[in-house]
């Protein structure tokens, strides 16, 4: 994303008053240094689904205050679909932006670029840093300083609902083509639709990239990889499941139209994260757990994939009460509450001491994603990374509603990463 030289002015100011506020004895709200006491008001703004894991992180989160007592957090659910957009104004403008912000993988290292994030190196936030697993830490590091600590870490896997499996005598597919027979199979034996293909979100398009060897671009070498010829392959083999009838889709939507359609047995797959799963379990057709199963995605012709994601939480640059800000991150992405996190939401952690807390150990759903997100498919952490969905997801969405074809599609998107990365192949 770039910037004005009015907002860079600004920036480097609220950069400077964050500095400012950290070395002094006493915060501007109450936090004091020279006591070793903390207080005051840290505002969170949490970015996970609301009505399901809103209201475990919500409760974990204000229990930081047993702990700390005279700090109040003030905890509020943003959307995540207005989280990135809402932040930067925030920020940019100087006024009303959380002291925490629980960012999305991508986002890290654009807020950082931006200026927007303290850096976190030496600071009470970043308690042993060498525990983190690798994969995770890497997206909370820009120009070599730490601007996030790593919260939750996930890839995706196929949802299937066993009854319907069993209904229909099938078995879980491993490939794109398997998956075009079961879906059939189904149709034919149960009358239901085969799998419910997210067609408003292009992250949900990325499984098939990496399936045909394709990825969005190559930051090693800066080069623009979308509109190569596995760009197209893989629009052709999401535009085919929906074609063939193996998956029905919306163009707006698309996750409660997903989540629905999976959670009331209209249609037996899905692809879809650990993040889904307790809104899953809540669906007439899991109230017994054991009727979901989870698998890896099929894969393409080239490779199995799907992408590295996660959220990390993020110290904004101009907190007035950063000594607090630092210890509730701190609290938050500690192994004890990465295990209370997962034996509530079946989340994956992302401290390597976590894996071993029984509560995740014992946890089905770490057990499968765990080696998922070992192999995935990691984004270049880039600041323009966020940046790279919009004109994609909208290229996407045309293919799969037919209202343009697949090479079209990624020479359009390809246009577009190349007037965004300047000076890029």
Known sequence: MRRGITATALVAALALAATACGSSDSESD??????????GTVTWWDTSTAGSEDKVFKKIAEDFTKQHPKVHI??????????????????????????????????????ADL???????????LQKPDDFLKQAAASTKYKDKTYAVPQVIDSMGIFYNKKIFKEAGVEVPKTIDELKTVSKKIKDKTGKTGMYLRGDDAYWFLSFLYGEGGDMV????????????????????????????????????GWENMQASFK????????????????????????????????????????Q????????????????????????????????????????????????????????????????????????????WIPETGSLFAPLVTEYTKVLTGQTTPEKAVKTTGDSYRKLLKGWK
């Open 30 to 39: 109450g936090t004091s240094k020279s006591s070793g006491e903390l207080s």
């Open 74 to 111: 003030k905890y509020v659910n943003v959307p995540f679909g207005d989280a990135q957009n809402k932040f930067k104004n925030a920020a940019q403008s100087g006024s009303d932006a959380p002291d925490v912000i629980r960012s999305e993988v991508a986002w890290t290292p654009e807020f």
């Open 305 to 380: 994939g799907a992408p590295q994601g996660g959220h990390n939480l993020a110290v904004y640059a101009g907190s007035k009460n950063l000594d607090a800000s630092y210890a509730f991150v701190d609290y938050m992405t500690s192994a004890d509450t990465q295990a209370k996190v997962t034996k509530e939401l079946s989340l994956l952690p992302t401290r390597t001491s976590a894996y071993a807390k029984q509560d995740v150990v014992d946890n089905e759903i770490v057990g499968f994603f765990k080696p998922v997100v070992e192999t995935a498919v990691e984004r270049p």
């Open 264 to 303: 009331d047995g209209k249609v037996a797959m899905m692809i879809n994260g650990p993040w889904a799963v307790a809104d899953t379990y809540a669906g007439k057709e899991f109230k017994d757990k054991a009727n979901l199963g989870i698998a890896p995605v099929p894969a393409g012709s080239a490779a």
């Open 218 to 253: 190559d930051a090693s070498t800066k080069s623009v990889t979308i509109d190569n010829p596995e760009g197209v392959k893989a629009m052709k083999v999401a535009k085919d499941l929906v074609d063939s009838g193996a998956a029905k889709t919306d163009a707006t939507d």
């Open 115 to 125: 200026g927007y994030l303290a850096p976190l190196d030496g600071t009470a936030a």
